[in-house]
C-alpha cells in the first residue's frame, strides 16, 4: 500500500513530494506540526489534535484559512487513499515560500503538507520497556508549542543512543523533571500516578491527558505536579507516553534501576478500553 502525501491542494506519492527550497519552514523552523494515529482506521481524539494544531499557530502568529471540518475531511480522505489497516498522518504547516529574512513577511500563502503512512508497531518497547538517560534541558522556552525547532530534541537523542540508553529525559536547571525527546513522562510513587504540569517547559501530550482520565477511572490517585529528578530515580514505576508509542515503560534512568509493578499496565488497560476500543 502507498505512502502518500499531500501538499498545498495536491495528493502524490510520498517520495515525489517538495517544498521550495526558500519555504520558512525548512529554513528557520517558522513552522508547527501535529502527529495523529488511528484505532480501528478511525483517528485517535482528533478534535483535541486539532485543537493543539490551531492554538500553536496562534502563538506563532502564522495566518491562515483552515478549519477543523476540512482538515478533519482531508485526514479521512488520506486515510482512505493510503489503505493501511492502521495510519499515522503528519500535518506540517510553515509560513511559506519568502526572500530569506526573519522578520515575518507582509504577506504570505502557508505551506501546508500532510503525509500518510503505515503506523510503526510499539509493541516490543511496551513489553519490554527502555533505559533512558537525563540531560539538561537547552531548549528554548516554549515547549508547549509543537514547533518543527527540535534540533535540541534531536541531539538529546543522540546522546542517547551514544551511551547505550533508548531515549533521554530533559531536566531543566531547577532539577525538575520535563518531558523526553518526543514523550510525556509519569512516575508511580506510593501508588499514586504523577507527570509534570502543564506549562511552557512540556509539550501537553493528548495521551497525557487521556493517561490521567484513565488512571482516576480506574481509582489510582493522579496529580500534575513538579517532579524532582530524585523522585523520578526513586520511582516505583515510570514511563514515557507519547501518540504512537502509547505507555513505554522506563527500566533504568542514568543506569539506575527503576521499581516494576502492575499500575502502569493497569492504566494503559483502562486507557484503551476508554479511548481506543
Sequence with gaps: MPEIAYVNGKFLPL?????????????????????????GGRPFALDEHLARLFRSLVSIQLEHHLDAGQLKSLIGEAIQRAGFAETMIYIQISRGVAKRHRGIPVSYEPTFVLTARAMPDSRYLREHGITVI???????????IKSVALLANVLAYQAARQA???????????????????????????????????????LSGITRNKLLEAARA?????????????????????????TLAEVVPVLTVDGQKIGTGPLAQRIYERFITMFAS
Design 15 to 39: 517520495e515525489q513530494a517538495t517544498v521550495p527550497v526558500e519555504d520558512r519552514g525548512y529554513q528557520f523552523a517558522d513552522a508547527v506540526y501535529e502527529v495523529v494515529r488511528t484505532y
Design 218 to 242: 480506574a481509582g489510582i490517585p493522579a496529580a500534575e505536579r513538579r517532579i524532582t529528578k530524585a523522585e523520578l530515580l526513586g520511582a516505583d514505576e515510570a514511563f514515557l507516553c507519547s
Design 134 to 144: 537525563t540531560v539538561p534541558d537547552n531548549r528554548w522556552g516554549r515547549c508547549d
Design 164 to 202: 547505550g540508553a533508548n531515549d533521554a529525559i530533559f531536566v531543566g536547571a531547577d532539577d525538575a523533571v520535563c518531558e523526553a525527546t518526543a514523550a510525556n513522562v509519569f512516575i508511580i510513587r506510593n501508588g499514586e500516578l504523577l507527570t509534570p504540569p502543564e506549562g511552557p517547559k512540556i
